[in-house]
């Protein structure tokens, strides 16, 4: 599966934007979902992940309540929905897929990204 990440851009603190991650291919249902982010100096982490059917969604507790991950498997398209959003969360976000099972939050475990998009907070 071949996966593109937009919806980024520069956002006040408090503000909110959407990501969106379109997929290629018949297959995106069968693949659980993440996204990851990377901020400037820092390794890449895990933000958030989805099961197939979009049911089970799971979280990094530092944006629990703030961000809110969804998928559309009719339109092969995952979201990220960023709310409250703090300068902390300033990074290139990616969207993932991977063909294992649970909710894997090390990017090793991920078998296909897209190429990120940034998310920039202003304070």
């Known amino acids: 599966v071949q996966l593109q990440a937009f919806g980024g851009g520069l956002v006040q603190a408090g503000g909110s934007l959407r990501l969106s991650c379109a997929a290629s291919?018949?297959?995106?249902?069968?693949?659980?979902m993440g996204w990851f982010r990377q901020a400037p100096g820092k390794e890449r982490e895990f933000v958030a992940a989805?099961?197939?059917?979009?049911?089970?969604?799971y979280y990094t507790d530092s944006v629990k309540g703030r961000f809110t991950i969804s998928r559309d498997n009719a339109k092969s398209t995952l979201s990220l929905q960023l709310n409250s959003l703090k300068p902390e969360d300033t990074a290139v976000y990616y969207c993932?897929?991977?063909?294992?099972?649970?909710?894997?939050?090390?990017?090793?475990?991920?078998?296909?990204w897209g190429q990120g998009t940034l998310v920039t907070v202003s304070s």
């Open positions: 989805i099961d197939w059917s979009g049911s089970t969604t």
């Open positions: 993932a897929a991977t063909a294992g099972i649970g909710f894997p939050t090390s990017s090793t475990l991920y078998n296909y």
């Open positions: 291919g018949r297959t995106f249902s069968t693949y659980r």
